[in-house]
């Protein structure tokens, strides 16, 4: 992933559950950010549909256990073509 | 952005960190952005005045995600939205019992929002399936419920109250059929939304969203998301979602009473194409072809905000007499000069003029709505002046009318004849302040205008003009309560309590209904609870005349005193010595206002001789 990416996802988060996005890490999970529930891992999906314009898969999101894994998930979205 | 605006509220700089959350939004509108927006806005709670509303909504499907959005958008008009959600389906119980949550909350505003598959499901999906008499039945059933809703709701809630009309499928179930017939799917669906048209005009604060149009707006494919309805019963697309909160903010903009009364516009690459003092009358764009049609098309947008009630008005950096030329006489004009109810065509700062404009049409600075095509002088606006609304114009002109339509600052719930009339009453206005300067004491001039005035207990017809006057009266307004169509009519039907409304007219016209007072009775006295009158009658005495009747009316009642509060709020300096100059004693005084009273037995407000009353408050008083 490259760096500006990663950082756009880190931002996003970071808006979302109201940390400072130098908190948050690819193993930043439900288990380690408060505000993470499920409700929140809902409006993460629409936002990153809404900001890289794509659409996630039942299965994608399903996959997305930590921020590391939705970077991963963001770039195969992405550059379906290095999966 | 978000650094910057992180340090100034840390540096207490409020102001200008909502102008940059402003900008932040305008820039980016969205889900983090929304989040960002929302956390750092409920910082500046205490330090920049925000009208609470509280809006519960009732839903079928997942409406979460569309909260942030909505009160980030919210927040940016001035509005703190206190927002509560009602279990997945269960709207119906909630409004069916009477001790729910939905009641025990007491919002100020309720959204229905229920998808067209949740409440008809046969129609939905088995239409083909079942005779044309089950599809009208299925039809009946549904609009009769919303019907038992809606009049169980109002038993026990005086909230506003906003349906979802419901949507017709993507496709329907038997495809290009359905248009062949009236008694299919698509028929009943229209027949359901028919239906609950009728409602508004039935209930006071109740709307119809028209969620079948806005779909239909935005492309019914694009709308929707199959596989997030299926797996998190959230059936909006993610792009979309900022555009069902958008529509929600059509509603509660002006239930919030933050709508713009004025409408102020600029003339050059505005009104039409190109600059009236180097292109001159035949080189401006402004006619039935393009270019010049998007100027017209503008025009007929700024029209109908005209017939809204909305005061148009005008801004702009040009020579006056060549502006007025083409203002008057361009063939391609639809708007004429007539239209405008104040008119600053000069080389002065914009915001000095729009100061001017506020002052000459008696509003509030908040109340004004400022269109131009120049991104400068927007942002000087904004700068200037943070409580105006700047509408942002697109870049190209063919967007400028659609632009202007979809302002929620400029929607209105219900309208009056008031409100058809407002700039013929400018006008009259105009012409007594000329006059006025003539006499030479202020007596000779009230007995020149011929003040008649009639005072009446509200009636159905005068119901939604009283409350909105109690929602927008903000100078002459002694206690600034604000009340609902339902709340004054829940208060007339009080034997305890008077709603009294006064029309006014004078030789130059009618100004209409112009004041309210309520008062009711509290111990051996008789206590005003609101006590208010447009701006365009101060002054006049048509003030005391209401305030006579209502110690003639405390009399008659055999009430020992009259009492009278006054809330100072930051615009209402006009009335703060309302009570004193009628003779009344403050009785008490503390933080939130004062409070004074009137002896009946020894004093009295007398009717001032030179206008001519009619009292018609029924036999009840």
Wanted: aromatic letters at 8%.
């Amino acid at each position: 992933m490259s760096s500006s990416r990663f950082e756009q996802v880190r931002s996003i988060a970071a808006d979302l559950f109201a940390v400072p996005t130098s908190k948050l890490t690819s193993e930043s999970s439900p288990d380690t950010v408060e505000a993470w529930d499920s409700t929140q891992h809902l409006t993460l999906v629409l936002a990153l549909e809404e900001h890289f314009g794509f659409q996630l898969t039942p299965e994608e999101i399903e996959d997305m256990h930590t921020l590391g894994d939705v970077m991963r998930v963001v770039d195969s979205k992405l550059n379906p073509a290095e999966r | 952005m978000r650094k910057e605006i992180d340090e100034l509220l840390a540096g207490g700089s409020w102001r200008a960190a909502y102008n940059r959350l402003g900008e932040l939004w305008r820039r980016e509108k969205g889900q983090a952005a929304s989040a960002f927006v929302t956390s750092r806005c409920a910082l500046l709670r205490d330090h920049i005045p925000f009208t609470v509303c509280r809006l519960t909504i009732l839903r079928s499907f997942t409406v979460e995600p569309i909260v942030g959005p909505l009160r980030a958008a919210a927040w940016l008009s001035g509005i703190d939205l206190q927002v509560q959600i009602g279990d997945f389906n269960a709207y119906s119980q909630e409004i069916l019992d009477p001790g729910s949550s939905l009641y025990r909350s007491s919002p100020d505003v309720v959204v229905l929002a229920v998808q067209s598959s949740d409440i008809a499901p046969d129609l939905w999906s088995r239409s083909a399936d079942i005779s044309s008499d089950a599809i009208a039945e299925a039809a009946e059933h549904t609009h009769k419920n919303y019907r038992q809703w809606v009049r169980i709701f109002r038993e026990h809630s005086s909230a506003n109250l906003i349906i979802h009309n419901l949507e017709q499928p993507v496709v329907p179930s038997l495809g290009v059929l359905a248009s062949q017939s009236n008694s299919g799917q698509r028929a009943a669906f229209e027949r359901i939304n028919q239906e609950l048209r009728n409602l508004p005009r039935e209930y006071s604060g109740v709307f119809i969203l028209d969620y079948d149009s806005l779909v239909g707006r935005h492309g019914r494919e694009r709308w929707h998301d199959e596989r997030k309805w299926l797996t998190a019963r959230m059936p909006i697309a993610a792009d979309m979602v900022g555009q069902l909160a958008h529509e929600w903010l059509r509603f509660l903009t002006p239930l919030a009473g933050k709508t713009a009364k004025a409408l102020v516009v600029d003339l050059d690459n505005t009104l039409w194409g190109g600059v009236i003092g180097e292109d001159g009358m035949t080189g401006i764009k402004l006619g039935p072809e393009y270019p010049g049609a998007c100027y017209q098309s503008l025009q007929r947008a700024l029209i109908d905000q005209h017939r809204k009630g909305i005061l148009l008005a005008i801004c702009s950096k040009n020579n006056l007499e060549e502006a007025m030329e083409a203002l008057a006489h361009h063939p391609g004009m639809v708007l004429r000069p007539e239209h405008f109810a104040a008119i600053r065509i000069n080389w002065e700062d914009k915001a000095q003029n729009l100061r001017e404009i506020a002052a000459e049409l008696n509003i509030g600075i908040d109340s004004l709505a400022f269109l131009d095509d120049n991104p400068v002088e927007r942002e000087n606006v904004r700068t200037a002046l943070p409580e105006i609304t700047v509408i942002d114009l697109p870049p190209d002109p063919v967007n400028y009318a659609a632009t202007l339509r979809d302002c929620p600052v400029l929607e209105r719930l219900s309208l009056t004849n008031e409100d058809r009339q407002r700039t013929a009453l400018y006008a009259a206005e105009r012409e007594r302040s000329r006059v006025e300067e003539n006499f030479t004491t202020k007596e000779d001039f009230f007995r020149f205008l011929e003040q008649e005035a009639d005072i009446s207990a509200v009636v159905p017809e005068t119901l939604a003009r009283v409350a909105q006057l109690t929602q927008k009266t903000n100078q002459f307004n002694l206690t600034t309560q604000r009340y609902t169509e339902q709340q004054i009519s829940t208060l007339a039907a009080r034997i305890d309590t008077s709603v009294l409304s006064i029309q006014v007219r004078d030789r130059y016209g009618d100004h209409g209904l112009v004041g309210v007072a309520i008062a009711h009775d509290v111990d051996g006295d008789f206590e005003i609870d609101t006590f208010l009158l447009s701006c365009r009658v101060i002054g006049r005495t048509v003030e005391t005349a209401l305030l006579a009747h209502l110690a003639e009316q405390a009399r008659l009642r055999g009430r020992r005193r009259l009492l009278g509060r006054f809330f100072p709020t930051r615009k209402n300096a006009p009335a703060r010595d309302f009570y004193r100059n009628h003779g009344f004693h403050l009785e008490s005084q503390d933080g939130d206002g004062s409070l004074w009273s009137l002896d009946l037995n020894q004093e009295t407000v007398p009717y001032p001789e030179w206008i001519r009353l009619n009292i018609n408050v029924g036999g009840r008083n």
